[in-house]
């Protein structure tokens, strides 16, 4: 059974840093492009950027700059690395395997939220 689990979101000043992190088990890892979504409060979830299972990454020009997705495939864990953030940020942000797969495709963690706040 896949699992995903988020950690790392907290309470940040604008302008600040977090390290996001998403450990995932019960697939193999290494083959699966990975996404990072948010979702802030009202609104629909969105991708933000993704990572590609060799590591070519591609961002959402909201985030592009700011935010970096890296990988490690041998300890199956995604990470998404923020900078200079916004209270516009503010949201839980959720990582995901980018498949066509269905039963991948709805696998979602519990997410982890993410405060930009003064």
């Known amino acids: 059974q896949v699992q995903l689990v988020e950690s790392g979101g907290g309470l940040v000043q604008p302008g600040g840093s977090l390290r996001l992190s998403c450990v995932v088990s019960?697939?193999?890892?290494?083959?699966?492009?990975m996404g990072w979504y948010r979702q802030a409060p009202g609104k629909q979830r969105e991708l933000i950027g993704s990572?590609?299972?060799?590591?070519?990454?591609n961002y959402a020009d909201s985030v592009k700059g700011r935010f970096t997705i890296s990988r490690d495939n041998a300890k199956k864990m995604v990470w998404l690395q923020m900078s200079s953030l916004k209270p516009e940020d503010t949201a839980v942000y959720y990582c995901?395997?980018?498949?066509?797969?269905?039963?991948?495709?709805?696998?979602w963690g519990q997410g982890t939220q993410v405060t930009v706040s003064s």
């Open positions: 019960g697939v193999i890892f290494s083959i699966y492009d």
């Open positions: 990572i590609t299972s060799r590591g070519t990454t």
């Open positions: 995901h395997i980018e498949t066509g797969v269905t039963s991948l495709r709805n696998s």
